[in-house]
T-cell receptor, first 112, second 118 residues
Framework: RKEVEQDPGPFNVPEGATVAFNCTYS??????FFWYRQDCRKEPKLLMS???SGNEDGRFTAQLNRASQYISLLIRDSKLSDSATYLC?????????????FGRGTSLIVHP | GAGVSQSPSNKVTEKGKDVELRCDPI?????LYWYRQSLGQGLEFLIY????????KSGLPSDRFSAERTGGSVSTLTIQRTQQEDSAVYLC????????????????FGPGTRLTVT
């Protein structure tokens, strides 16, 4: 089983739709969680951190489910500009080491 | 303020040559990471530096890869005797620090260096 898994998609949704992605992780000791977006041929850009209590930033909501070992990203009222690949990042803190593990990403295409 | 910068943006080299990739992190950021991303693949961790501590090199794929960070700022990733499978985008990221209370800080990425080995 891969350490961090994402459905590659693509998720093809119309403008205004609500879409959700999940990201599962294998190590229950993982402590830090983030969502990044990556546009084609560009570097990843931080979208939001994921806190244990869940957090919201405008149209974006991130949640952590430790029991089932996954994080989720919900996008409401999708815009054309939301089209991108969404990467989840999980960091396992072990023995003083903090190695981030990236998922391969979920592709989102928002169409008119 | 200025973000993470990397140079060169593109590098084409012949198999067997050595290459050096440079990363200039955000001022004040003590943690610096190197990753590589092959076409259609996820980011693969290579190495990170935190302040003056010994770097975590556990992700370096072979002894042809090395990195250093001088004066706690600029970092150079060196690939010796390049192979075609080294072709990828090499991304550098920096963060304020490695972690606080066991939780890592957000990383900010540079634009990457696209390496092509012919």
């Amino acid at each position: 089983r891969k350490e961090v898994e994402q459905d590659p998609g693509p998720f093809n949704v119309p403008e205004g739709a609500t879409v959700a992605f999940n990201c599962t992780y294998s190590n229950s000791a993982s402590q830090s969680f983030f969502w990044y977006r990556q546009d084609c041929r560009k570097e990843p850009k931080l979208l939001m951190s994921v806190y244990s209590s869940g957090n919201e930033d405008g149209r974006f909501t991130a949640q952590l489910n430790r029991a089932s070992q996954y994080i989720s990203l919900l996008i409401r009222d999708s815009k054309l500009s939301d089209s991108a690949t969404y990467l989840c990042v999980v960091t396992l803190t072990s023995g003083g080491s903090y190695i981030p593990t990236f998922g391969r990403g979920t592709s989102l295409i928002v169409h008119p | 303020g200025a973000g993470v910068s990397q140079s060169p943006s593109n590098k084409v080299t012949e198999k067997g040559k050595d290459v050096e990739l440079r990363c200039d992190p955000i001022s004040g950021h003590t943690a610096l990471y190197w990753y590589r991303q092959s076409l259609g693949q996820g980011l693969e961790f290579l190495i990170y530096f935190q302040g003056n501590s010994a770097p975590d090199k556990s992700g370096l794929p072979s002894d042809r890869f090395s990195a250093e960070r001088t004066g706690g700022s600029v970092s150079t990733l060196t690939i010796q005797r390049t192979q075609q499978e080294d072709s990828a985008v090499y991304l550098c990221a920096s963060s304020l620090a490695l972690s606080s209370g066991g939780v890592t800080y957000e990383q900010y990425f540079g634009p990457g260096t696209r390496l092509t080995v012919t």
